[in-house]
């Protein structure tokens, strides 16, 4: 009988709507969570497969080294190098006093040799015995013939076409007074 006077909680409409917010936020952040696992694993699928392909590399290159010539190598490199000492320890040795008479005997004799060369001169030569000894060509008296294209260039300029072709252009010193500058395309 005491339950007659009981009242339900009434669940209204927003509170359903709020239930539903927070099932479905549930919902987002375990999908969330899946997706960063999911990725993860790629991450990690792809480090193994990077691993797996380095080793295959490091064997096969390996399988082209075999030990025996590793072996081989390094006792021929020990074998050289305790040949350089041998000579190293030749070369390093002093001469006998009958060798390094002979030495400084041969010594004295190349720098007797030196003494007889003749002298460098000290100075640079003098710029009035250069200019006498250039022989250059003279001086043109006559101008130059202009050729036929740059005559057109002319023309097509006067007659106010300014088209610009490609080309190159001198100038020529006919005297000290005048120069004449000729364009080539």
Do not use: H, W
């Not at 050729?147 to 005297?175: H, M, P, W």
């Amino acid at each position: 009988m005491g339950n007659i006077f009981v009242k339900k909680p009434k669940i209204t409409e927003v509170d359903k709507a709020i239930l539903s917010l927070k099932t479905q936020r549930r919902k987002l952040a375990q999908y969330q969570q899946q997706l960063a696992n999911i990725e993860l694993t790629s991450k990690q699928k792809a480090v193994f497969e990077s691993l797996k392909s380095g080793n295959n590399a490091i064997k096969a290159i390996q399988s082209e080294i075999n030990l025996e010539d590793v072996q081989k190598l390094m006792d021929d490199t020990a074998e050289a190098k305790a040949y350089q000492d041998e000579i190293n320890a030749i070369l390093g040795e002093k001469l006998p006093a009958e060798d390094e008479e002979e030495v400084l005997a041969e010594f004295e004799n190349l720098e007797s040799q030196l003494q007889d060369l003749p002298e460098v001169p000290s100075a640079a030569p003098s710029v009035e015995n250069v200019e006498e000894e250039l022989d250059l060509p003279d001086v043109p008296t006559k101008p130059p013939v202009v050729a036929d294209a740059v005559n057109e260039d002319a023309q097509d300029t006067s007659a106010g076409i300014t088209e610009r072709k490609k080309g190159f252009s001198f100038l020529l010193l006919v005297s000290s007074n005048t120069s004449t500058v000729y364009e080539v395309y």
